[in-house]
Protein backbone atom coordinates (compact mmCIF):
# COMPACT_ATOMS: atom_id res chain seq x y z
CA UNK A 1 0.00 0.00 0.00
CA UNK A 2 1.40 3.24 -0.83
CA UNK A 3 1.91 6.31 1.71
CA UNK A 4 -1.11 8.12 -0.13
CA UNK A 5 -3.64 5.20 -0.19
CA UNK A 6 -2.41 4.55 3.83
CA UNK A 7 -3.47 8.43 4.67
CA UNK A 8 -6.73 7.80 3.13
CA UNK A 9 -7.15 4.46 4.95
CA UNK A 10 -6.00 6.78 8.17
CA UNK A 11 -8.56 9.64 7.52
CA UNK A 12 -11.60 6.94 7.01
CA UNK A 13 -10.77 5.31 10.05
CA UNK A 14 -10.15 8.54 11.92
CA UNK A 15 -13.86 10.03 11.04
CA UNK A 16 -15.15 6.25 12.36
CA UNK A 17 -13.13 6.50 15.33
CA UNK A 18 -14.26 10.12 16.18
CA UNK A 19 -17.98 8.82 15.72
CA UNK A 20 -17.42 5.74 18.73
CA UNK A 21 -15.15 7.56 21.26
CA UNK A 22 -15.40 10.82 23.85
CA UNK A 23 -13.54 14.26 22.90
CA UNK A 24 -11.12 13.40 25.65
CA UNK A 25 -10.21 9.97 24.32
CA UNK A 26 -9.75 11.37 20.36
CA UNK A 27 -7.75 14.52 21.81
CA UNK A 28 -5.38 11.97 23.84
CA UNK A 29 -5.12 9.93 20.64
CA UNK A 30 -4.36 12.81 18.80
CA UNK A 31 -0.99 13.12 20.63
CA UNK A 32 0.25 10.11 18.42
CA UNK A 33 -0.69 11.81 14.89
CA UNK A 34 2.86 11.28 13.16
CA UNK A 35 4.69 9.52 15.60
CA UNK A 36 7.71 10.97 15.99
CA UNK A 37 9.49 7.80 15.77
CA UNK A 38 9.24 6.84 19.21
CA UNK A 39 9.04 3.16 19.73
CA UNK A 40 8.65 3.54 23.86
CA UNK A 41 5.78 5.72 22.92
CA UNK A 42 4.33 3.82 20.33
CA UNK A 43 4.31 0.63 21.98
CA UNK A 44 3.20 1.99 25.23
CA UNK A 45 0.11 3.58 23.36
CA UNK A 46 -0.54 0.56 21.78
CA UNK A 47 -0.96 -1.48 24.85
CA UNK A 48 -3.36 1.02 27.09
CA UNK A 49 -5.47 1.92 23.94
CA UNK A 50 -7.91 -0.21 25.76
CA UNK A 51 -8.14 1.46 28.75
CA UNK A 52 -8.77 4.83 26.88
CA UNK A 53 -11.44 3.65 24.70
CA UNK A 54 -13.47 0.47 25.93
CA UNK A 55 -14.06 -2.93 23.78
CA UNK A 56 -17.22 -1.96 22.58
CA UNK A 57 -18.30 -2.54 18.87
CA UNK A 58 -17.91 0.10 16.61
CA UNK A 59 -21.14 1.86 15.86
CA UNK A 60 -21.07 2.98 12.01
CA UNK A 61 -24.72 3.68 11.78
CA UNK A 62 -23.92 7.14 10.96
CA UNK A 63 -21.12 6.93 8.23
CA UNK A 64 -23.14 4.46 5.74
CA UNK A 65 -24.12 7.30 3.69
CA UNK A 66 -20.49 8.90 3.83
CA UNK A 67 -19.17 7.44 0.63
CA UNK A 68 -15.63 8.99 1.49
CA UNK A 69 -15.31 6.93 4.34
CA UNK A 70 -14.01 3.13 3.95
CA UNK A 71 -16.14 1.46 6.24
CA UNK A 72 -16.36 -2.20 5.43
CA UNK A 73 -13.51 -3.71 6.45
CA UNK A 74 -14.36 -1.94 9.74
CA UNK A 75 -17.94 -4.00 10.35
CA UNK A 76 -18.01 -5.55 13.68
CA UNK A 77 -14.56 -4.63 14.95
CA UNK A 78 -13.95 -3.60 18.24
CA UNK A 79 -13.39 0.41 19.41
CA UNK A 80 -10.13 -0.60 20.63
CA UNK A 81 -8.47 -3.16 17.20
CA UNK A 82 -9.60 0.05 15.42
CA UNK A 83 -7.73 2.11 17.51
CA UNK A 84 -5.02 0.06 17.59
CA UNK A 85 -4.84 -0.26 13.79
CA UNK A 86 -4.62 3.54 13.12
CA UNK A 87 -1.83 3.59 15.90
CA UNK A 88 0.22 1.36 13.61
CA UNK A 89 -0.80 3.73 10.76
CA UNK A 90 0.68 6.84 12.16
CA UNK A 91 4.24 5.46 12.55
CA UNK A 92 6.94 7.10 10.26
CA UNK A 93 7.22 4.06 7.17
CA UNK A 94 9.94 6.18 5.50
CA UNK A 95 12.81 4.01 6.83
CA UNK A 96 12.15 0.04 5.34
CA UNK A 97 14.03 -1.63 7.87
CA UNK A 98 12.75 0.52 10.94
CA UNK A 99 9.63 0.06 10.04
CA UNK A 100 9.88 -2.94 9.56
CA UNK A 101 11.54 -4.37 13.02
CA UNK A 102 9.11 -1.62 15.00
CA UNK A 103 5.71 -3.40 14.14
CA UNK A 104 7.54 -6.94 14.33
CA UNK A 105 8.15 -6.29 17.34
CA UNK A 106 4.94 -5.38 18.25
CA UNK A 107 4.05 -8.98 16.80
CA UNK A 108 6.34 -10.62 19.23
CA UNK A 109 5.57 -9.24 22.08
CA UNK A 110 1.63 -8.75 21.45
CA UNK A 111 -0.91 -10.08 23.61
CA UNK A 112 -3.86 -11.65 21.97
CA UNK A 113 -6.27 -8.76 21.58
CA UNK A 114 -2.91 -6.80 20.27
CA UNK A 115 -2.27 -9.78 18.08
CA UNK A 116 -5.71 -9.41 16.47
CA UNK A 117 -5.40 -5.75 16.03
CA UNK A 118 -2.03 -6.55 14.44
CA UNK A 119 -2.90 -9.34 11.81
CA UNK A 120 -5.89 -6.91 11.16
CA UNK A 121 -3.65 -4.49 9.69
CA UNK A 122 -1.59 -6.05 7.41
CA UNK A 123 -3.70 -4.88 4.68
CA UNK A 124 -3.08 -1.31 5.77
CA UNK A 125 0.73 -1.51 6.36
CA UNK A 126 3.04 -0.11 4.13
CA UNK A 127 5.64 -2.75 1.93
CA UNK A 128 2.63 -5.27 1.76
CA UNK A 129 5.42 -7.60 1.00
CA UNK A 130 7.39 -8.04 3.77
CA UNK A 131 4.51 -9.22 5.71
CA UNK A 132 4.02 -12.47 4.04
CA UNK A 133 6.07 -14.61 6.31
CA UNK A 134 4.53 -13.14 9.45
CA UNK A 135 0.77 -13.70 7.49
CA UNK A 136 2.06 -17.48 7.44
CA UNK A 137 3.13 -17.70 10.72
CA UNK A 138 -0.42 -16.19 11.94
CA UNK A 139 -1.98 -18.97 10.27
CA UNK A 140 -0.03 -21.59 12.63
CA UNK A 141 -1.64 -19.85 15.84
CA UNK A 142 -3.85 -22.03 17.70
CA UNK A 143 -5.66 -18.90 19.03
CA UNK A 144 -9.14 -18.65 17.42
CA UNK A 145 -9.30 -14.84 17.24
CA UNK A 146 -5.82 -14.60 16.00
CA UNK A 147 -7.59 -16.95 12.92
CA UNK A 148 -9.94 -14.99 12.30
CA UNK A 149 -8.55 -11.89 12.26
CA UNK A 150 -6.50 -12.93 9.45
CA UNK A 151 -9.22 -15.33 7.78
CA UNK A 152 -12.26 -12.90 8.02
CA UNK A 153 -12.98 -9.51 5.79
CA UNK A 154 -8.84 -9.54 5.34
CA UNK A 155 -7.77 -9.18 1.61
CA UNK A 156 -4.22 -9.94 2.44
CA UNK A 157 -4.05 -13.70 1.82
CA UNK A 158 -5.53 -13.96 -1.10
CA UNK A 159 -3.01 -11.27 -2.17
CA UNK A 160 -0.18 -11.91 -0.83
CA UNK A 161 0.06 -15.48 0.10
CA UNK A 162 1.59 -17.59 -1.92
CA UNK A 163 -0.33 -20.71 -2.85
CA UNK A 164 1.19 -23.35 -0.56
CA UNK A 165 0.43 -20.58 1.91
CA UNK A 166 -2.50 -19.82 0.99
CA UNK A 167 -3.64 -23.53 0.84
CA UNK A 168 -2.68 -23.71 4.33
CA UNK A 169 -5.11 -21.39 5.31
CA UNK A 170 -7.93 -22.58 3.79
CA UNK A 171 -7.41 -26.50 5.20
CA UNK A 172 -6.90 -24.46 8.56
CA UNK A 173 -9.99 -22.71 8.18
CA UNK A 174 -11.81 -26.47 7.57
CA UNK A 175 -10.16 -27.84 9.95
CA UNK A 176 -10.85 -25.42 12.93
CA UNK A 177 -14.37 -25.21 11.46
CA UNK A 178 -13.83 -21.24 10.83
CA UNK A 179 -16.72 -19.41 8.48
CA UNK A 180 -15.10 -20.85 5.54
CA UNK A 181 -17.55 -18.14 3.00
CA UNK A 182 -15.53 -15.06 5.00
CA UNK A 183 -12.20 -15.52 3.16
CA UNK A 184 -11.64 -12.89 0.58
CA UNK A 185 -10.62 -14.52 -2.83
CA UNK A 186 -12.29 -18.29 -2.33
CA UNK A 187 -13.07 -18.55 -6.11
CA UNK A 188 -10.19 -16.18 -7.50
CA UNK A 189 -7.71 -18.64 -5.26
CA UNK A 190 -9.31 -22.07 -5.95
CA UNK A 191 -6.54 -24.47 -7.41
CA UNK A 192 -6.11 -28.65 -8.24
CA UNK A 193 -3.76 -29.08 -5.45
CA UNK A 194 -6.36 -27.48 -2.54
CA UNK A 195 -8.92 -29.58 -4.65
CA UNK A 196 -6.90 -32.41 -4.21
CA UNK A 197 -6.01 -32.10 -0.08
CA UNK A 198 -9.76 -31.06 0.40
CA UNK A 199 -11.16 -34.43 -1.04
CA UNK A 200 -8.52 -36.03 1.14
CA UNK A 201 -9.57 -34.45 4.01
CA UNK A 202 -12.81 -35.30 2.71
CA UNK A 203 -12.31 -39.07 3.15
CA UNK A 204 -10.55 -38.49 6.50
CA UNK A 205 -13.31 -37.22 8.05
CA UNK A 206 -15.99 -39.16 6.81
CA UNK A 207 -13.63 -42.49 7.62
CA UNK A 208 -13.96 -41.43 11.55
CA UNK A 209 -17.68 -40.78 10.78
CA UNK A 210 -17.70 -37.21 11.09
CA UNK A 211 -19.39 -34.60 8.71
CA UNK A 212 -18.00 -32.81 6.06
CA UNK A 213 -18.57 -28.58 5.61
CA UNK A 214 -20.41 -28.69 2.19
CA UNK A 215 -18.43 -25.14 1.52
CA UNK A 216 -15.44 -28.07 0.40
CA UNK A 217 -17.12 -28.66 -2.49
CA UNK A 218 -16.93 -24.96 -3.53
CA UNK A 219 -13.46 -24.90 -3.48
CA UNK A 220 -13.34 -28.73 -5.30
CA UNK A 221 -15.93 -28.29 -8.59
CA UNK A 222 -13.62 -26.98 -11.30
CA UNK A 223 -11.11 -29.72 -10.71
CA UNK A 224 -12.74 -33.03 -10.40
CA UNK A 225 -10.95 -35.88 -11.73
CA UNK A 226 -10.41 -39.48 -11.49
CA UNK A 227 -9.48 -39.47 -7.85
CA UNK A 228 -11.88 -36.55 -6.47
CA UNK A 229 -14.66 -38.59 -8.31
CA UNK A 230 -14.07 -41.31 -6.05
CA UNK A 231 -14.17 -39.60 -3.04
CA UNK A 232 -17.41 -38.26 -4.41
CA UNK A 233 -18.94 -41.35 -4.85
CA UNK A 234 -18.61 -41.63 -0.96
CA UNK A 235 -19.85 -38.18 -0.17
CA UNK A 236 -22.77 -39.32 -2.73
CA UNK A 237 -23.69 -42.45 -0.85
CA UNK A 238 -23.25 -41.26 2.54
CA UNK A 239 -26.26 -40.32 4.67
CA UNK A 240 -25.81 -35.81 4.64
CA UNK A 241 -28.49 -34.64 2.38
CA UNK A 242 -26.36 -31.15 3.14
CA UNK A 243 -23.37 -32.52 1.57
CA UNK A 244 -25.05 -34.49 -1.36
CA UNK A 245 -26.54 -31.67 -2.36
CA UNK A 246 -23.65 -29.30 -2.66
CA UNK A 247 -21.71 -32.39 -4.06
CA UNK A 248 -24.50 -32.03 -6.54
CA UNK A 249 -23.60 -28.19 -6.91
CA UNK A 250 -20.19 -28.81 -7.75
CA UNK A 251 -20.26 -31.43 -9.91
CA UNK A 252 -22.10 -29.49 -13.25
CA UNK A 253 -18.82 -26.50 -12.99
CA UNK A 254 -16.55 -29.30 -13.83
CA UNK A 255 -15.66 -30.95 -17.03
CA UNK A 256 -15.51 -34.17 -15.41
CA UNK A 257 -18.62 -36.19 -17.52
CA UNK A 258 -18.32 -39.29 -15.41
CA UNK A 259 -19.50 -37.29 -12.38
CA UNK A 260 -22.12 -35.73 -14.57
CA UNK A 261 -23.37 -38.98 -15.89
CA UNK A 262 -23.54 -40.92 -12.27
CA UNK A 263 -24.98 -37.66 -10.87
CA UNK A 264 -28.07 -37.76 -13.57
CA UNK A 265 -28.48 -41.53 -12.10
CA UNK A 266 -29.72 -39.95 -8.84
CA UNK A 267 -33.39 -38.07 -9.55
CA UNK A 268 -33.36 -36.51 -6.04
CA UNK A 269 -29.81 -34.47 -6.39
CA UNK A 270 -30.34 -33.82 -10.02
CA UNK A 271 -33.09 -31.62 -8.96
CA UNK A 272 -30.78 -29.43 -7.25
CA UNK A 273 -28.95 -28.66 -10.45
CA UNK A 274 -32.43 -28.22 -12.50
CA UNK A 275 -34.23 -26.26 -10.25
CA UNK A 276 -31.56 -23.73 -9.33
CA UNK A 277 -32.86 -23.46 -5.67
CA UNK A 278 -29.03 -23.84 -4.27
CA UNK A 279 -26.57 -21.92 -4.80
CA UNK A 280 -23.17 -21.48 -2.81
CA UNK A 281 -24.21 -18.77 -0.43
CA UNK A 282 -26.95 -20.71 1.19
CA UNK A 283 -24.70 -23.39 1.44
CA UNK A 284 -22.98 -23.60 4.75
CA UNK A 285 -23.40 -25.12 8.29
CA UNK A 286 -21.74 -22.28 10.22
Same mark, same amino acid.
Given at each position: MS???? &???GASIATIIKDNVSPDTWMWLQQFNKLPNDYSALNTAFMIIPRKTGKSVINIGNL?? %? *??? +??? #?????TV %? =??? =? +????????STDKDKY???IENLFLSAEMNEA +? &??? *?????? &?YPEIWVKRCAEGIRSNIGSVLEAIMYDNPYPSVYLDQAAWNQLILKAFFTEKKVPLIIGLDQRANKELALILSDYARERWAAGRRVNPVLWRLVAKFIDEKIFEAIKIGLAGGDMAEKEAIAL &?? #?????? #?????? *??? #???? *?VVTDKALNWDKVSIN
Open positions: IDDI &AKIQS %D *SST +VIN #PFKNW %D =RLC =R +VWLLLQWDHQT +V &ALY *SALSFL &A &AI #PESDFE #PAKQWL *SKI #PELK *S
